[in-house]
């Protein structure tokens, strides 16, 4: 009688064990992925419904490249700065030191106004807008008003007229009225992402454009030096930052659900409005509900074989 109580026990763990997950099921970051060899943490995500929503739709991976797409298009992303908070762009048609591209291709840089408050280019990010029409919205007043025109971070059009591509051009005159040297508005003009919001070449109205940012702080000796890329910073408010360490601190991963707009604390088999804790009293089929009903369960077997050992003692 006894070793058939027995083995009935022994398939009832068997069956409850291979039911349970493992514990540490709870506390697997179900969004952390990879593209190519850049990681996709919070609050950034390849999945919908993985990271903040403000970033969402923005991360595509395609054969091993990191794509970020926006109004203005698509970039590729060459890194992600986790402790800086900024990401590093490389748009397919941006002019460099050894090349200019014009014909208005360049991307330049929109988002949608939803987006603006997450994404903008870093202040110490220089944009050079090349070949601009008179008639661009960047020179009217000229030449009475002072021009927008400036050097960001040490970085400007007269370094980067030294540049080969601008040897190559040669003379020739670029832009409908442009000129290095003449009295209409010049061939190139540089300035920071907040002189205008939006770097949108039609409505600017130029031909191409580079962009270059520094993050070390010594001074780079030359535009060949400089660093041709996007150079953009992220932020999350400081309520969503609270929202989601309260999230990973109770074993759980920050998403938002599928209106896209509210964040959502993902608890295993189920999702909390704010952390894993709270799953407790409220769904029993959270992580943590998991954990009190395996503790119950445990117990039981330990009184089923205490009391069959008493009886096989009896007996
Ligand atoms: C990722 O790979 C690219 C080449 O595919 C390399 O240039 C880059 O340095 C790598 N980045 C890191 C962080 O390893
Ligand atoms: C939890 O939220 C994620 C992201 O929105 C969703 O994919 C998933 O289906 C949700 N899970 C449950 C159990 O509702
Ligand atoms: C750029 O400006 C043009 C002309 O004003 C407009 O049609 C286009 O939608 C703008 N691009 C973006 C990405 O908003
Ligand atoms: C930018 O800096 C260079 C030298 O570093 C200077 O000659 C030039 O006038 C500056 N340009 C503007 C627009 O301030």
Same mark, same amino acid.
């Given at each position: 009688?006894?070793?058939?109580?027995?083995?009935?026990?022994?398939?009832?763990?068997?069956?409850?064990?291979?039911?349970?997950?493992?514990?540490?099921?709870?506390?697997?970051?179900?969004?952390?992925?990879?593209?190519?060899?850049?990681?996709?943490?919070?609050?950034?995500?390849?999945?919908?419904?993985?990271?903040?929503?403000?970033?969402?739709?923005?991360?595509?991976?395609?054969?091993?490249?990191?794509?970020?797409?926006?109004?203005?298009?698509?970039?590729?992303? &060459?890194?992600?700065?986790?402790?800086?908070? *900024?990401?590093?762009?490389?748009?397919?048609?941006?002019?460099?030191?050894?090349?200019?591209?014009?014909?208005?291709?360049?991307?330049?840089?929109?988002?949608?106004?939803?987006?603006?408050?997450?994404?903008?280019?870093?202040?110490?990010?220089?944009?050079?807008?090349?070949?601009?029409?008179?008639?661009?919205?960047?020179?009217?007043?000229?030449?009475?008003?002072?021009?927008?025109?400036?050097?960001?971070?040490?970085?400007?059009?007269?370094?980067?007229?030294?540049?080969?591509?601008?040897?190559?051009?040669? *003379?020739?005159?670029?832009?409908?009225?442009?000129?290095?040297?003449?009295?209409?508005?010049?061939?190139?003009?540089?300035?920071?992402?907040?002189?205008?919001?939006?770097?949108?070449?039609?409505?600017?109205?130029?031909?191409?454009?580079?962009?270059?940012?520094?993050?070390?702080?010594?001074?780079?000796?030359?535009?060949?030096?400089?660093?041709?890329?996007?150079?953009?910073?992220?932020?999350?408010?400081?309520?969503?930052?609270?929202?989601?360490?309260?999230?990973? *601190?109770?074993?759980?991963?920050?998403?938002?659900?599928?209106?896209?707009?509210?964040?959502?604390?993902?608890?295993?088999?189920?999702?909390?409005?704010?952390?894993?804790?709270?799953?407790?009293?409220?769904?029993?089929?959270?992580?943590?509900?998991?954990?009190? &009903?395996?503790?119950?369960?445990?117990?039981?077997?330990?009184?089923?074989?205490?009391?069959?050992?008493?009886?096989?003692?009896?007996?």
């Amino acid at each position: 009688m006894a070793p058939l109580i027995y083995s009935g026990l022994l398939s009832i763990i068997i069956t409850l064990s291979a039911l349970l997950q493992p514990p540490c099921a709870a506390h697997i970051n179900a969004c952390r992925s990879f593209c190519g060899n850049i990681t996709i943490d919070y609050p950034f995500g390849l999945q919908q419904g993985c990271g903040h929503p403000g970033f969402r739709d923005l991360l595509f991976c395609m054969n091993d490249m990191l794509m970020f797409h926006i109004s203005s298009g698509s970039y590729r992303v &060459l890194e992600i700065d986790y402790a800086y908070k *900024a990401l590093t762009l490389h748009d397919l048609h941006l002019s460099t030191c050894e090349t200019i591209v014009l014909g208005g291709k360049g991307n330049g840089f929109e988002v949608e106004p939803w987006r603006g408050p997450y994404l903008a280019p870093d202040s110490d990010n220089v944009f050079m807008l090349i070949g601009c029409s008179a008639r661009s919205p960047l020179f009217q007043g000229f030449p009475e008003k002072h021009l927008p025109c400036r050097n960001v971070s040490g970085m400007g059009c007269e370094e980067y007229y030294r540049c080969p591509a601008w040897s190559l051009l040669g *003379a020739q005159r670029i832009g409908s009225q442009g000129s290095v040297y003449g009295s209409g508005p010049p061939e190139c003009c540089a300035l920071p992402f907040e002189a205008v919001k939006s770097i949108n070449l039609s409505r600017l109205e130029c031909e191409g454009y580079s962009s270059a940012y520094s993050i070390a702080p010594l001074r780079m000796e030359g535009p060949g030096d400089w660093t041709y890329g996007i150079r953009v910073k992220y932020s999350i408010q400081s309520n969503s930052d609270e929202f989601c360490r309260a999230c990973e *601190a109770t074993g759980g991963t920050c998403g938002y659900g599928g209106d896209g707009i509210r964040q959502l604390c993902m608890c295993g088999s189920s999702n909390s409005t704010s952390n894993c804790d709270s799953m407790v009293s409220g769904s029993t089929r959270g992580g943590r509900g998991r954990w009190s &009903l395996m503790n119950i369960l445990t117990g039981v077997l330990v009184i089923c074989s205490s009391v069959l050992v008493k009886r096989n003692n009896v007996g």
